[in-house]
């Protein structure tokens, strides 16, 4: 059973920075690319950032590239969303997902990174105070 379990949500200040944690389990992880997702009250689900299995390639949303970054440690099962200069805009809750059928390209993790993944955790609460 996959299991993906989410850490280090919390309230900030405009400006500040949080670091989300993805831990999984259940999965050979190195076959797995990651994806991080948020949810705004009221709002669609967006991608903001994935990482393919290898960590070659990654995908931003525009709304965060320059102040955001993803990366992964295949020995820890963990993927890491530092997030730098924060704005309220950023508030939601943010998911960890998995998907192993994806290859390792550009274009692919931009289209799951657009449309979801198979695999959910329940989420951390990111809040920014402005």
């Known amino acids: 059973e996959v299991q993906l379990v989410e850490s280090g949500g919390g309230l900030v200040q405009a400006g500040g920075s949080l670091r989300l944690d993805c831990v999984a389990s259940g999965i050979r992880f190195d076959d797995y690319a990651i994806g991080w997702f948020r949810q705004a009250p009221g709002k669609e689900r967006e991608g903001v950032s994935c990482?393919?299995?290898?960590?070659?390639?990654?995908h931003y949303v525009d709304s965060v590239k320059g102040r955001f970054t993803i990366s992964r440690d295949n020995a820890k099962n963990t993927v890491y969303l530092q997030m730098n200069d924060l704005k309220p805009e950023d508030t939601a809750v943010y998911y960890c997902?998995?998907?192993?059928?994806?290859?390792?390209?550009?274009?692919?993790?931009?289209?799951?990174?657009?449309?979801?993944?198979?695999?959910w955790g329940e989420g951390t609460q990111v809040t920014v105070s402005s």
């Open positions: 997902a998995a998907d192993n059928t994806l290859i390792d390209t550009p274009t692919a993790i931009g289209i799951a990174c657009r449309y979801g993944m198979d695999h």
């Open positions: 990482i393919t299995s290898s960590g070659a390639n990654t």
